[in-house]
């Protein structure tokens, strides 16, 4: 069982940078590949950024390729998102999750492990 905790949310201007962090627990993290979704208020869930297990390969949501970094830390059992240049329209909880011996998917149903979400309010 692993347990993932986001951290770094809080209250941006539009124009910031913004560090999330997601650290694993509880196993291998680097048999995991590793997902960021996010949930604006009244959407659903999306996809913004994906790691594979072994680092190798990522994977960006196209409108956010430019703005978002997703990198690992294998000896820190943690994942980062960075997001560059914040938008309102980034306002969101920000989701990690993990799927073993995953690829660096979009797809929520190759992760079998999530953690609660951080939130990230972004004001004009």
């Known amino acids: 069982q692993v347990q993932l905790v986001e951290s770094g949310g809080g209250l941006a201007q539009a124009g910031d940078s913004l560090r999330l962090s997601c650290a694993a627990s509880g196993g291998d993290f680097n048999n995991y590949a590793i997902g960021w979704f996010r949930q604006a208020p009244g959407k659903e869930r999306k996809f913004v950024a994906a790691i594979s297990w072994s680092g190798g390969s990522t994977y960006y949501q196209d409108p956010e390729k430019g703005r978002f970094t997703i990198s690992r830390d294998n000896a820190k059992s943690t994942a980062y998102l960075q997001v560059n240049r914040l938008k309102p329209e980034d306002t969101a909880v920000y989701y990690c999750?993990?799927?073993?011996?995953?690829?660096?998917?979009?797809?929520?149903?190759?992760?079998?492990?999530w953690g609660q979400g951080t939130q990230v309010t972004v004001s004009s």
């Open positions: 999750a993990a799927g073993l011996y995953g690829s660096s998917s979009q797809y929520e149903t190759n992760y079998e492990y």
